[in-house]
């Protein structure tokens, strides 16, 4: 999964040690050194200040850590329109790097005004903490409606990271250059990005990949597990519960430790099928990995207000296929696994033998959990299942305590 | 206005002869020879049919002059994919070449199950006739909602051509290569696109830029006076009577007939601003053009649903000089006229007296000419104004027919 001219230690290296310019230049660090730290929020402390939001933040991470590299900051008004309408950006030396989500930040009117006409501002998270600067900041207007239609491709109502933090921001977008004062010791590069369990029939996919590769001549391909940390809708499971998941497949050998390092993809999740696989890849590139394996439907939901698919299942694989500054990214074909009911075990499945195949899907995963039914034998390893279990049966816990509450009020 | 490699006679040669392929490949060639078309309209007969709207047929225009080259027909879902996301189109030899607009063909379930598994079939116009063939077919789905948001960055009803032509249309899209029977013999290059009548202050800004582009250094500047010959909204002035307005403008001597040239674009107007403005420069290089003058929210039109333009005035611009394919189109900056009323005439407008100055809008113009009020002297010349007049003359009395008519029936 890896570039071979970038090989990972099986130990856990920082993020940044394998981060890779893409026009080969120098590594990225948004990162304030230690000792410069007093010194950089002393001045930040006389700044006007732009208060974040839990998502802000999240996207202060993504870009320090350089996965947007070579942005070096919020998208000013130029970056943002080419990230719009191109899906890329054109750097100063002609060549063209993929950017098609729109990094951004966004004030409200009082912000701006407070601003005025200074030329950086403190940045500060959510419970008060000042976490950087953004300098030479440049602010131009949130037209919402419009990046909504060309991020999604519908402005209908429900898509959860427009409702959660696009409909109710501020009328205007603040770029600049970034400096966050703390380094988070993200620790890995990656390349298998998931947002769900890992279950038998991911293991055989990235195993089946291990295999692959080790095929094509490489020495030493490490599996990397990427779960997205950043935010995803109510109803995908947490990222606490994930990681522990994740541990017990693992503890339990589905996966080898020796050859999988687990990582956290900082990025918030957009549900922007096409438009947002392309920044999964790009963000892959920039540590390093050249394989990519994507599968039916990346990305996507369903509609938000129709009964269907909100993106054509395979308009994922065809864009990223096509899309500018992925031209070295090698896509690995998806095969699709399902329970073998005969051979009782996660299987590729056979057409030739259909009927013996049964698709469990995320949302039937979930029923399984939720209701306390165990799915088939070899779904998935009991030390994971039974973490689900457990968070489910928490859930109802918490519901149940909410419903008594209301009862005896 | 022109390439100098690439000069343009002041004749009117047809607009094939100087046609260039972006990537200096040899001219297109869509169009089927005299001697040849007796034998395709015979195998066209036996095929199955596609009938076209009369925007369709403007498209198949539009491909077979060679406006949308390198694309040899209607798109295939590549193409389509890469135009609704990049904006652009990625050649065989890694080259990128500018395409904002999808350009397609849209078919409904019963002719898509009249087509089978045919590979080529035939186009009918709305009067009958057999116009083309297209060759090596796919079709795939029109996700019209996702086609809208992405290229008007909307989904508000009442988009023009949304109504007039997706809205209706059928669910599938054909593409494959396009073979049309008749020459239109379209008749020249061109270089400065309007869908309006032509008032003093165009004519002073295209003087100014043949001036201009003398100083630089060119010997023979062409004016080429280029109207939009497509679809356009009701309220906008019809083709043939902006045609006449166009002769009559020449005829007074308010542009010098002997280096400009007047030839239609046959494009459809999709009012899709950031987006559409990048596919007339598009069509312009092709044709051989290397100037392009942009204004103040080039295809732009109100927000069809909120009190607001639909698109940034300064947005048109910015992309276009950062979009992919186009790098080598020099934008010349636009430089307002309104109209002065010391000096009695259009001029440049000068902030410093900015008391002097009244714009006249497209609006305001057509309200002058509506009512009967002549505009200040010295803002049209008066044949082109009478045209003008004498086409809402004939509307109103169109107009008071239709009442006459009503009330005695």
């Known amino acids: 999964m890896l570039d071979s001219s970038n090989p990972v230690e099986s130990s856990i290296p920082s993020i940044k040690s394998s981060l890779i310019e893409p026009d080969g230049g120098a590594l990225v660090d948004l990162v304030v050194p230690e000792n410069e730290r007093g010194a950089k ?16 933040v999240e996207w202060v991470h993504v870009i320090s850590e350089g996965w947007a590299s070579p942005l070096r900051g919020f ?59 953004l300098r030479s900041i440049e602010i131009y207007k949130h037209k919402k409606e419009e990046r909504i239609a060309r991020t999604w491709g519908t402005t ?53 990949t291990r295999r692959r590769l080790l095929e094509m001549g490489y020495k030493n391909p490490i599996l990397l597990l990427h779960p997205l940390g950043g935010f995803t809708k109510a109803d995908d499971v947490p ?16 996966l ?57 299942p395979d308009h994922g694989k065809k864009v990223l296929s096509m899309a500018p500054g992925l031209e070295k990214l090698n896509i690995l074909p998806f095969r699709v696994a399902a329970y073998d009911t005969v051979a009782k075990k996660m299987a590729f499945f056979d057409p030739s033998r259909s009927q013996d195949f049964l ?34 049966e928490s859930l109802q816990i918490e519901e149940e305590t909410e419903k008594a509450t209301v009862l005896s009020t």
Chains 1, 2 share one sequence.
Request: with cysteine.
């Open 256 to 312: 080898d430790p020796k050859t999988t390092i687990v990582s956290i993809f900082p990025s918030p999740m957009h549900y922007a099928g096409p438009t947002e696989v392309q920044w999964h890849a790009k963000a892959r590139i920039n540590a390093g990995a050249n394989f990519y394996i994507v599968g039916r439907d990346p990305a996507g939901m369903g509609h938000p207000t129709e009964k269907r698919d909100l993106y054509d």
């Open 75 to 133: 998208m000013r008004e130029n970056e943002y329109l080419q990230s719009l309408h191109f899906n890329s950006l054109r750097m100063a030396d002609g060549t063209v790097v993929n950017m098609s989500l729109p990094i951004v930040l966004a004030i409200d009117d009082k912000t701006k005004e407070s601003i005025g006409s200074s030329k950086n501002v403190g940045l500060v998270a959510p419970d008060g903490d000042l976490i950087g600067i």
């Open 156 to 208: 209908a109502p429900g898509l959860p990271y427009v409702e959660e933090c696009i409909t109710s921001a501020g009328n205007w977008l603040i770029g600049g250059d970034l400096e966050e004062f703390d380094n988070r010791q993200a620790d890995a590069v990656f390349a298998f990005q998931l947002r769900n369990p890992v279950h038998n029939g991911h293991a055989l996919l990235m195993n089946d």
């Open 239 to 254: 990222l606490d519960v994930r990681m522990e998941q994740h541990s017990k497949v693992l503890e339990d050998g589905v």
């Open 359 to 392: 698709f469990i899907s995320g949302t039937k995963m979930r029923t399984y959990a939720r209701t306390g039914e165990n799915p088939p034998d070899g779904f998935m390893c009991p030390g994971g299942w039974k973490v689900l279990v457990q968070y489910y």
């Open 41 to 56: 929020a002393l001045e930040a402390e006389s700044m006007s200040k732009v208060r974040l939001t839990k998502i802000d």
